[in-house]
């Protein structure tokens, strides 16, 4: 069974750093893209930021731009979020995402390009 468990959201300050892990069993990570989305409440899911299946390439929603940085340690089978600098508006329940083609030198930013997903961590940022 294909699990992939999001941890690390909880409750922080505006200007404060949180450091989300996505930790996946059942199969292997690397050669998957991975990505990570969020949904706020009454909002639909958006993407955050992406990592191809060797971590060469990545990419950030505008939004978080300069503020997360996506990782992953493929030995470990797990992906890392970082995220600094949060903001009120980063609120959300952040899930984290695997395609289930191999993808060595390509990420995704769109959802319905994934397959496998977490069941998701909450962040929230006060002001």
């Known amino acids: 069974q294909v699990q992939h468990v999001e941890s690390g959201g909880g409750l922080v300050q505006a200007g404060g750093s949180l450091r989300l892990s996505c930790a996946a069993s059942g199969r292997p990570i690397s050669g998957s893209a991975m990505g990570w989305f969020r949904q706020a409440p009454g909002k639909e899911r958006e993407f955050v930021a992406a990592i191809s299946g060797s971590g060469g390439s990545t990419a950030y929603a505008d939004s978080v731009k300069g503020r997360f940085t996506i990782s992953r340690d493929n030995p470990k089978n797990t992906v890392y979020l970082q995220m600094n600098s949060l903001l009120p508006e980063d609120t959300a329940v952040y899930y984290c995402?695997?395609?289930?083609?191999?993808?060595?030198?390509?990420?995704?930013?769109?959802?319905?390009?994934?397959?496998?997903w977490g069941q998701g961590t909450q962040v929230t940022v006060s002001s």
């Open positions: 995402a695997a395609t289930i083609i191999y993808s060595s030198e390509t990420y995704y930013k769109t959802a319905n390009q994934y397959y496998y």
